[in-house]
């Protein structure tokens, strides 16, 4: 066959006979021609050369790639690897690559031939070399090859090359850094030494923009696995970020106007994997870079092409997602905030997508939140006006993070409006934002009862029973809202049409609370019964066995009615109905109304009793149904509504600085899985064990003791009903009543009779957790990171507490122990779950600390962490972020009530003043930030200095509440403050002043 250089003038022929094919049964012969021949030249005895073998296993891929099976030819293609000519080892590589499983029998002989081409001194042949490593490397093949891979990344480059020559090596170095992340990512145990990291932290300074951009790509994934080693990278990536940023590095690496774009995303993205620099002068020179960066958002476009407006963003954007990870430089985040206000109008739906998406992060910051929400009204019209279902739904996550006491019944009114056109898909995600915002926020309760019934109303069938489990909670709780919840859900009842969820709930709240409307004649005993019953036959079994036991219920609120409901319970359709369980119930409240006295029947059908004030499990229901979950942000100081109301606070929470590959100590992400959460990364709401006053099965269960009708404190002589199984996928039914997990053993704590050393010097920012957080990291170094996330509701504090493993090896021998002095052992109690005793390298493993304010107590609570690292004990104390503030609910008052009760708190023991030195700028909206943060809900207008700041609150305690009032004087030409706080509880004033002048 005639031959023009590589041209392969046969495969020519070959693909243009295949093209003029008619049909594919005329296809498969010329297919089938084809591999006879060659199979028939593979097995001839004429020796092929490599041109021959080149063409023929072309034509296999080429017959392969049809879509046709082909079991032979590898081992010419293993030949070609041996080749010394490129095009005839370029196919071989390809063949290899497309189709040879690492099962095959020859596979050691292309790992042979890989080895021999990477000891090659032609660059040619190591970069096919590498290309084929990383398109099918295997755990076998990362073994083999994986130290050979590294030498050739860290070599240097001789400078005798001249330009051509060089590039073709810093080919190869790109090769390399790409092939050794996928050797990382097939067995990442084998790159971890240390003194690699330190080789290729130094490619971060190579002269070619794809060595860097290449190993920007590989150190983002080692950092994940051993952080510590590699913590040296910042400092290079801020400097050669700076340099780009100034046009003064990579000139030549223009793209549409903007300096090498890809490599400046990823320095800014490997950033985030590590917390704000130490350095200082390190830090001002990236905070300079960010600012180059935001200022040059708003210059002109240097182009009208896409590319350009799309090279810039890209770079803006991850820029603003450092500046949100730091999350500690005020200007900047806002500046950040007016930016992306900016593209909330962009005409771009991509632009809008990640605007909106970035301001849902920065809404969760104490520094850009008022900045977010001057956008309010922009959003509602995004979420009124946009056509894409997709910016919508970012839309209203960004009003869900955004509300706060002020804008809670606007907000929750435009999500109400748009709730009742939402696509289909976001309905119950809706719906549950919209009840824990209600719940959240709620001043007026009856406010609460009439959105809970609206979501009802609107969207019945994307109600989750955790809604309305939650409302019956919170009216059972209210003496004041339950005869306006009974009218209120009596009404709805009336409706012409009513959703089977507002049944459950009506004949709940009537079963329990009837009586209160039962003197209007429209809403009388009959009335109420007839109302229900008429419904009966439209339900659900599981909504019937609700309704039977409101019908017991109202015989005893009603005896007038009594002979009318045994006559529907004793009726045929109830004693012989195909469901057991309708059967039971109706035979055994039948024989209990006949039998039982008027006084059993009293205390056997007596009023609910309030359910322990627990955290909501709404949010952990919105977490698993969510496929976007909005970071939750810690309710502003000043409008702790959440712990009055009994809803879980989560608070802004710190962005981890251990990029494990699979967990995050104490972020719960933008982002969250659609799945219950593991055990790794367990929400605190998913870690509830049940109170005192709990019952162990969900109100749809069938047993008597959880009837949503019966008291759940009394045992019935009824027979045992069949067991309804909860469905394993809904851990939160069991939650809301009961049945949660049992509680694992406690860890023991100790009373400390003397002190315990603590290193105070080792926690440097725990003064932050006083006013600013309730999450963040307590403890770091290069072995173990600990991060906390804490709620407060009511007199309940729970802290989960995670540990994650820096290093590469496993910690052993892992204990826990809490302390807390004798003088605060009244004061507190603490019960903290076992950790296991193991953590792998590179996991972490969360514990939880329960506490209950029993009266104020004086020091936070301590806790000794003590385990083997590498054969070496390690052993610390850390104060955990337990303050009295952390019980304290700011209240409001007049200026009038405000003075009066100053002056009632008189006495000196009532009463405690300092004077000190200020610590940190003198601005009045950050100490006012402060204050509120504090737990004090500062009063506006009540002091006659306008300076001057003053506040109320409550000490929440178990069996007692503790006022507290607040003066703070500041002069700011002395740089001095005064404070005074007085409180009806003698010692409080003392422990609020000295714990709120550390933060001043």
């Known amino acids: 066959m005639p031959r023009t250089g590589d041209s392969m003038r046969g495969l020519a022929v070959f693909i243009a006979d295949i093209r003029n094919c008619k049909s594919r049964e005329q296809e498969k012969k010329r297919i089938n021609k084809e591999l006879a021949n060659i199979r028939s030249k593979f097995k001839g005895d004429k020796q092929l050369d490599g041109y021959q073998k080149k063409k023929y296993v072309c034509k296999l891929l080429f017959i392969f790639l049809l879509g046709n099976d082909v079991d032979f030819g590898h081992m010419e293609a293993v030949d070609l690897l041996a080749s010394n000519k490129y095009t005839e080892k370029q196919i071989g590589y390809l063949f290899i690559s497309v189709m040879m499983h690492h099962s095959n029998d020859l596979y050691k002989l292309v790992i042979q031939a890989i080895k021999n081409d990477l000891s090659s001194k032609d660059p040619v042949h190591i970069c096919l070399a590498l290309t084929c490593i990383a398109n099918i490397g295997t755990p076998e093949m990362a073994e083999e090859i994986g130290d050979e891979v590294p030498k050739i990344l860290t070599s240097p480059i001789p400078e005798l090359y001249p330009p051509p020559a060089s590039d073709t090596l810093h080919g190869v170095k790109k090769c390399a850094a790409l092939c050794l992340l996928r050797l990382f990512e097939l067995k990442s145990d084998k790159f971890t030494h240390t003194e690699l990291s330190s080789r290729l932290i130094a490619l971060l300074s190579d002269q070619h923009l794809g060595v860097v951009t290449s190993a920007c790509s590989l150190i983002q994934a080692l950092v994940t696995f051993t952080p510590g080693d590699y913590k040296g990278c910042v400092s290079l990536a801020v400097s050669r970020l700076s340099r780009i940023v100034s046009s003064t590095d990579l000139k030549d690496y223009m793209y549409y106007f903007i300096a090498a774009p890809w490599l400046s995303v990823k320095l800014l993205r490997l950033l985030q994997s590590y917390s704000q620099p130490e350095d200082g002068a390190v830090y001002e020179r990236l905070k300079e870079s960010l600012e180059t960066?935001?200022?040059?958002?708003?210059?002109?476009?240097?182009?009208?092409?896409?590319?350009?407006?799309?090279?810039?963003?890209?770079?803006?954007?991850?820029?603003?997602?450092?500046?949100?990870?730091?999350?500690?430089?005020?200007?900047?985040?806002?500046?950040?905030?007016?930016?992306?206000?900016?593209?909330?109008?962009?005409?771009?739906?991509?632009?809008?997508?990640?605007?909106?998406?970035?301001?849902?992060?920065?809404?969760?910051?104490?520094?850009?939140?008022?900045?977010?929400?001057?956008?309010?009204?922009?959003?509602?019209?995004?979420?009124?006006?946009?056509?894409?279902?997709?910016?919508?739904?970012?839309?209203?996550?960004?009003?869900?993070?955004?509300?706060?006491?002020?804008?809670?019944?606007?907000?929750?009114?435009?999500?109400?409006?748009?709730?009742?056109?939402?696509?289909?898909?976001?309905?119950?995600?809706?719906?549950?934002?919209?009840?824990?915002?209600?719940?959240?926020?709620?001043?007026?309760?009856?406010?609460?009862?009439?959105?809970?019934?609206?979501?009802?109303?609107?969207?019945?069938?994307?109600?989750?029973?955790?809604?309305?489990?939650?409302?019956?909670?919170?009216?059972?709780?209210?003496?004041?809202?339950?005869?306006?919840?009974?009218?209120?859900?009596?009404?709805?009842?009336?409706?012409?049409?009513?959703?089977?969820?507002?049944?459950?709930?009506?004949?709940?709240?009537?079963?329990?609370?009837?009586?209160?409307?039962?003197?209007?004649?429209?809403?009388?005993?009959?009335?109420?019964?007839?109302?229900?019953?008429?419904?009966?036959?439209?339900?659900?079994?599981?909504?019937?066995?609700?309704?039977?036991?409101?019908?017991?219920?109202?015989?005893?609120?009603?005896?007038?009615?009594?002979?009318?409901?045994?006559?529907?319970?004793?009726?045929?359709?109830?004693?012989?109905?195909?469901?057991?369980?309708?059967?039971?119930?109706?035979?055994?409240?039948?024989?209990?109304?006949?039998?039982?006295?008027?006084?059993?029947?009293?205390?056997?059908?007596?009023?609910?009793?309030?359910?322990?004030?627990?955290?909501?499990?709404?949010?952990?229901?919105?977490?698993?149904?969510?496929?976007?979950?909005?970071?939750?942000?810690?309710?502003?100081?000043?409008?702790?509504?959440?712990?009055?109301?009994?809803?879980?606070?989560?608070?802004?929470?710190?962005?981890?600085?251990?990029?494990?590959?699979?967990?995050?100590?104490?972020?719960?992400?933008?982002?969250?899985?659609?799945?219950?959460?593991?055990?790794?990364?367990?929400?605190?709401?998913?870690?509830?064990?049940?109170?005192?006053?709990?019952?162990?099965?969900?109100?749809?269960?069938?047993?008597?003791?959880?009837?949503?009708?019966?008291?759940?404190?009394?045992?019935?002589?009824?027979?045992?009903?069949?067991?309804?199984?909860?469905?394993?996928?809904?851990?939160?039914?069991?939650?809301?009543?009961?049945?949660?997990?049992?509680?694992?053993?406690?860890?023991?704590?100790?009373?400390?009779?003397?002190?315990?050393?603590?290193?105070?010097?080792?926690?440097?920012?725990f003064n932050a957790f006083i006013c600013s957080r309730n999450n963040g990291i307590l403890f770091e170094n290069d072995i173990i990171q600990i991060g906390v996330k804490s709620e407060f509701t009511g007199v309940l504090g729970k802290l989960q507490v995670f540990y994650g493993n820096k290093s590469p090896l496993p910690l052993q021998g892992f204990t826990t122990t809490l302390y807390i002095s004798a003088a605060d052992e009244p004061c507190l109690r603490l019960e903290g779950q076992r950790v296991a005793q193991l953590i792998a390298a590179g996991a972490q493993i969360p514990q939880t600390i329960k506490a209950t304010a029993v009266s104020a107590f004086a020091e936070c609570p301590l806790i000794q962490i003590s385990f083997s690292a590498a054969g070496s004990a390690q052993n610390m104390v850390l104060r955990l972020p337990l303050l009295v503030n952390k019980f304290f609910r700011g209240t409001s008052m007049a200026a009038a009530d405000f003075f009066v009760r100053w002056k009632n708190l008189s006495l000196p023991a009532q009463e405690c003043q300092k004077v000190f030195k200020a610590s940190k700028p003198m601005d009045n909206d950050l100490v006012k930030g402060k204050v509120n943060g504090f737990g004090f809900q500062v009063l506006d207008g009540v002091d006659p200095k306008p300076d001057n700041l003053v506040g109320a609150g409550i000490v929440m305690c178990e069996g007692s509440q503790i006022g507290c009032l607040l003066r703070l004087e500041p002069s700011k030409a002395a740089l001095m403050y005064r404070m005074t706080v007085r409180s009806s509880r003698e010692g409080v004033p003392e422990l609020l002043v000295n714990l709120l002048a550390q933060d001043l």
């Open 293 to 765: 960066i935001l200022n040059r958002a708003t210059d002109p476009p240097k182009s009208k092409k896409i590319q350009h407006t799309n090279a810039k963003n890209a770079v803006l954007f991850e820029a603003i997602s450092l500046i949100i990870h730091y999350d500690s430089d005020a200007a900047l985040m806002v500046r950040s905030c007016n930016l992306l206000g900016g593209f909330l109008n962009s005409k771009e739906t991509n632009l809008r997508y990640l605007a909106l998406e970035s301001l849902t992060k920065l809404a969760v910051s104490d520094f850009s939140r008022k900045a977010v929400m001057k956008h309010q009204e922009t959003v509602v019209q995004a979420l009124k006006n946009e056509r894409d279902l997709s910016v919508r739904q970012r839309a209203v996550d960004l009003l869900y993070a955004m509300c706060d006491r002020e804008q809670a019944e606007e907000i929750v009114g435009e999500l109400l409006a748009y709730l009742e056109k939402a696509d289909y898909s976001i309905r119950e995600e809706l719906v549950l934002k919209i009840a824990i915002l209600a719940e959240k926020f709620a001043q007026d309760y009856k406010w609460y009862v009439d959105v809970v019934l609206n979501l009802i109303r609107i969207a019945g069938d994307y109600i989750a029973d955790e809604v309305w489990y939650r409302v019956t909670q919170i009216v059972i709780n209210r003496d004041d809202i339950q005869a306006y919840a009974a009218k209120t859900v009596f009404e709805a009842l009336q409706a012409p049409t009513c959703h089977e969820n507002m049944v459950k709930v009506g004949a709940y709240i009537l079963g329990e609370f009837g009586n209160l409307i039962a003197g209007d004649e429209r809403s009388g005993p009959i009335v109420q019964f007839k109302l229900l019953h008429s419904m009966f036959h439209l339900c659900s079994n599981q909504t019937k066995y609700i309704l039977l036991s409101t019908y017991i219920k109202l015989i005893n609120l009603f005896p007038e009615i009594k002979g009318d409901i045994e006559e529907v319970l004793g009726n045929d359709n109830q004693l012989r109905n195909s469901d057991a369980e309708i059967q039971q119930r109706a035979m055994e409240y039948t024989k209990l109304s006949q039998i039982a006295s008027s006084d059993l029947l009293a205390t056997v059908l007596e009023e609910m009793p309030q359910f322990t004030e627990r955290e909501s499990s709404l949010l952990a229901k919105l977490k698993r149904k969510s496929n976007t979950m909005v970071k939750e942000r810690e309710v502003p100081e000043g409008d702790n509504t959440s712990t009055q109301n009994g809803i879980t606070l989560s608070a802004a929470e710190e962005p981890c600085t251990i990029p494990t590959p699979d967990v995050n100590l104490v972020e719960l992400s933008v982002e969250l899985s659609s799945g219950a959460a593991d055990n790794g990364g367990a929400s605190l709401l998913d870690l509830d064990s049940p109170g005192p006053n709990v019952v162990e099965h969900s109100l749809e269960s069938g047993t008597p003791e959880d009837s949503p009708v019966l008291n759940n404190h009394t045992t019935l002589p009824l027979a045992q009903p069949a067991p309804v199984t909860a469905p394993a996928a809904e851990p939160s039914l069991l939650d809301m009543f009961g049945g949660a997990p049992p509680a694992q053993d406690p860890t023991k704590v100790q009373v400390v009779t003397g002190l315990i050393e603590c290193n105070e010097a080792s926690q440097p920012n």
